[in-house]
């Protein structure tokens, strides 16, 4: 995401003139975009993404399952150790 604002950010500098990006080469322009595109096909193809993903689903789940327990007015495993 951050390859993808700076690569936004550089083309609207860019497009406008402004400052010293109006002087740069398209290539150098760009090429936050193509480093966009790599980050996202190695997140992909290295299993980051779905990892994360998961992670997410399960922190939700326990907090689902925390929460339910306070409400039976169950001690949960991390209130017993303090």
């Known amino acids: ?20 990006v109006a002087t740069l080469n398209w290539f150098i322009v760009l090429s ?4 966009a ?6 997140a992909d193809a290295s299993g980051y993404t779905k990892r994360r993903e998961v992670d ?11 929460k339910q327990r306070e409400a039976m007015g169950m001690l949960s495993a991390k209130k017993r150790k303090k």
């Open 1 to 20: 995401m951050f390859f993808l604002l700076l690569g936004i950010a550089a083309l609207v500098l860019k497009y406008l003139e402004i400052g010293p």
């Open 32 to 35: 936050p975009f193509a480093m």
């Open 37 to 42: 595109v790599a980050w996202w096909a190695w």
């Open 56 to 66: 997410k689903m399960a922190k939700r789940k326990d907090d689902r399952i925390e």
